[in-house]
């Protein structure tokens, strides 16, 4: 998974203390990805993005596809239209997704909760994604959010990734350090 931007990285961190300090860590998380649902399709970034508009029709174009999505009603819609603004004057709106990944990895970190990427060569059933996510719980001692990816090139097993940590279970990684031994041995 690739590192955020240092810019989104800010921004996220800018939303996420003054999240902590108004006790609206949910409601931004939940605005934030309802702004990328707002300003993501193609033809609502052309006219964000256009430089030919003014830069108040640009923003007022982000108030109103705000407005009609209900997010400026929310409880931290006046500081949401406030950031986009700020992107939308920067020319920073794709940022969107990776400020709302951003501040969801900080809102996981200070609740306690580690990201698993569970990857099998083909989808798993929810017993196993249970018994995975049990298992990750255990090893880890943190609550885990598990998400599940497909790769077939696996052959078989699984992989587990949490952060910087990769636990490989597969047959392509056994296959792969069992190569590297027979390589090493020959020398």
Known sequence: MARPST??????EAVFEIARRDGTEDAWLAALDGAWTVLGPADVLRIV?????ALPQRQEAVRAALAAASLDGEPV???????????VARRRVSL???IAGEYRRLIDHQRGVAVAVVTSPT???????????????TLTGATISLRTAV????????????GDRLIDASVRGRLERLRARIVAGAR
């Open 7 to 12: 810019a989104a990285r800010r921004y996220a």
């Open 49 to 53: 993005e256009n430089p030919a508009l």
């Open 77 to 87: 819609g006046t500081q949401l239209v406030n950031l986009v603004g700020a992107l």
């Open 96 to 98: 969107v997704p990776a």
């Open 123 to 137: 989808p798993l059933g929810a017993e196993e994604t249970e018994a995975i996510a049990a298992r990750v719980a």
């Open 151 to 162: 790769d077939p090139a696996l052959i078989g097993g699984v992989t587990v990734r949490i």
